[in-house]
């Protein structure tokens, strides 16, 4: 399949993925925040959002992807292959949860709610970029001391 039809599935699955999240409420930083409220007035919904996200990908992983040697619109499968558990990962793991209970997005939710003009999420918005490129120079210049030739 070429570049251009690539993208063209890309930026229609964004699409997609955008109409969902709006349809789940999961624009909203209320209802996160509230089914991020164990102790006050929880709202489990967004649960079952994600729990039924998990449910089609494992369905989809499992059906299609073990069956197939390529993906249908790429040339390989881009799959993780570290398995170990690192400070990074724990330090941004528990970033992006502050960032997420504080603000009530995380990254696809924000961009799915830029459309609607508010001040707060273009805010969170350019936040969320300033912070990933801090973490992109802070990877340079830590690997520029370091010797190694890893980049970000």
Not at 107 to 122: E, K, N
Request: glycine residues 16%.
């Amino acid at each position: 399949m070429n570049e251009r039809k690539q993208v063209v599935l890309a930026g229609l699955s964004g699409v997609i993925f955008s109409i969902g999240l709006v349809l789940a409420g999961m624009t909203r930083p209320g209802k996160v925040v509230a089914f991020l409220d164990f102790f006050g007035d929880w709202d489990p919904s967004l649960a079952f959002v994600m729990g039924g996200a998990a449910t089609v990908y494992l369905l989809t992983f499992q059906g299609l992807a073990k069956k197939r040697d390529t993906p249908l619109v790429a040339p390989v499968f881009h799959l993780p292959t570290r398995k170990d558990i690192d400070v990074p990962l724990i330090v941004g793991g528990g970033l992006f949860g502050i960032g997420w209970g504080l603000g009530g997005f995380c990254p696809g939710p924000a961009l799915s709610s830029l459309g609607t003009g508010s001040f707060d999420v273009a805010t969170f918005v350019v936040a969320m970029f300033a912070g990933m490129g801090l973490r992109s120079i802070l990877k340079r210049r830590s690997a520029v001391h370091d010797g190694s030739t890893q980049t970000a």
